[in-house]
Nanobody, 115 residues
Framework: QVQLVESGGGLVQPGESLKLSCTAS????????MAWFRQAPGRQREFVAR???????GYRDSVKARFTISRDNAKNTAYLEMKSLQPEDTGVYSC?????????WGQGTQVTVSS
C-alpha cells in the first residue's frame, strides 16, 4: 500500500528549469534515503541525486553544479530542482526511497529538453 508518485516533468528549452516532486503515501513509519534516477531511451538507468534522512546529499558529477535535491519530512516528499537543463538531461526521472526497511519506486515522470 506504500506508493511513490512523481510530478513536475515536462517539455522545456535548453537553459530552462524544472522542479520535480516525489511524494510517498500509505502506512509509513520511516523513510531513510530518497533518491532520483533517470533513464534515456536505449540506455541504462543512472543515478542522479540522493538525500538521507539527516539531509546528507550526493549527486552525479554531471549534474551537481546544476541540480539540488531536498526533502520535507513532514510531507514525505523529496524534490529535485533542475537548472540550466540540457538535451542530455532528457529522460524518465524516477524516485526511489527506502520506506519501512524496503525499497520502493515511483512510475516516473518524463523530462524532455529540446528546442
Amino acid at each position: 500500500q506504500v506508493q511513490l508518485v512523481e510530478s513536475g516533468g515536462g517539455l522545456v528549452q535548453p537553459g530552462e528549469s524544472l522542479k520535480l516532486s516525489c511524494t510517498a503515501s500509505g502506512n509509513i513509519n520511516s523513510i531513510y534515503v530518497m533518491a532520483w534516477f533517470r533513464q534515456a531511451p536505449g540506455r541504462q538507468r543512472e543515478f542522479v541525486a540522493r538525500i538521507s534522512d539527516k539531509g546528507i546529499t550526493g549527486y552525479r558529477d554531471s549534474v551537481k553544479a546544476r541540480f539540488t535535491i531536498s526533502r520535507d519530512n513532514a510531507k514525505n516528499t523529496a524534490y529535485l530542482e533542475m537548472k540550466s537543463l540540457q538535451p542530455e538531461d532528457t529522460g524518465v526521472y524516477s524516485c526511489n526511497a527506502a520506506i519501512n526497511g524496503r525499497s520502493y519506486w515511483g512510475q516516473g515522470t518524463q523530462v524532455t529538453v529540446s528546442s
